[in-house]
């Protein structure tokens, strides 16, 4: 498996959340015992110059980052390619067209210690994804597979994990059953649902993910809890997560 930078409990659960700013980026940390990434998005960034300075002084506080787009956007994939060749912060998001592009920057700056995951959207039927998740393939008819065959895909371009994105919640979760079962075959050492989960339903849609033989898991946790006043990611739920982590794993 990957030498990871990323602290999972257990060695099989960390979470992945969003933080207002480093200050509340440590005490997420904290409250997670170091079992959690801290996401930085490409979006938010005018230049790679200003995302990679970014994403320097965070990795000299907390060791990890995970390098987002930005609620999925295509357009931002190369983006967060270059700054994770240029900081091999331990994660990056892409989309199913950029995932070779990033492994191929990375490989080429000598960095092996970031886990690379690929978009792929549900479609409403179990066993089948969309993976035209990227920024000209996302305007065309829609590129709907196997996910078996999504899987192997994902290897072919040296990626190592699936983004399930966006599940809507529980509205996905019979589909995320069969991305779990395809993970297990095609031996992927990681799997992230994300989209719509918030502390009613993390505890259902990790509990798919913790009973299949993945040996990493990795929740997007994001808009559900941040105080919408403050843009504070919430610790005391960082906590109530951590607590469901500890009790399923």
């Known amino acids: ?7 999972f409990y257990k060695g099989r659960v960390a979470l992945n959340v969003l933080a207002k700013d480093l200050a509340n980026a440590k005490e997420i940390y904290e409250a997670a015992e170091g079992h ?3 996401g930085l998005l490409s979006k938010n960034y005018d230049k790679i110059e200003d995302g990679v300075a970014e994403v320097k002084e965070y990795l000299k506080e907390l060791g990890v980052v995970s390098v987002g787009l930005g609620a999925g956007d295509p357009s931002q994939f190369e983006k967060a390619a270059l700054i994770s060749c240029e900081t091999d912060p331990g994660h990056v998001n892409q989309v199913f067209t950029g995932a070779g592009y990033a492994a191929g920057a990375l490989r080429a700056k000598g960095h092996g210690r970031t886990y690379i995951n ?3 959207s549900p479609t409403g039927e179990p066993g089948k994804v969309k ?10 008819k ?3 597979v196997d996910v078996d065959t999504a ?7 040296r990626a190592h994990s699936v983004k399930f994105f966006p599940m809507g919640g529980l509205k996905s979760l019979e ?28 505890e259902e849609i990790l509990k798919v993910c913790v009973e299949s033989s993945i040996p990493r898991i990795m929740p997007h946790i994001y808009g559900s809890i941040i105080d919408k006043e403050t843009g504070l990611t919430r610790v005391e739920d960082i906590k109530k997560l951590y607590e469901i982590i500890k009790k399923l794993v």
């Open 142 to 144: 829609a590129a709907i």
């Open 151 to 157: 899987v192997a895909m994902l290897k072919d371009m």
């Open 36 to 38: 959690v990434v801290v």
């Open 1 to 7: 498996m990957l030498d990871t930078k990323i602290k």
């Open 175 to 202: 589909e995320l059953k069969e991305v779990a079962k395809a993970s297990e075959r095609g031996n992927l050492e990681l799997i992230e649902p994300t989209g719509g989960i918030d502390l009613e339903n993390f």
């Open 118 to 120: 690929v978009l792929m």
């Open 131 to 140: 993976i035209s998740t990227g920024e000209l393939s996302e305007k065309e």
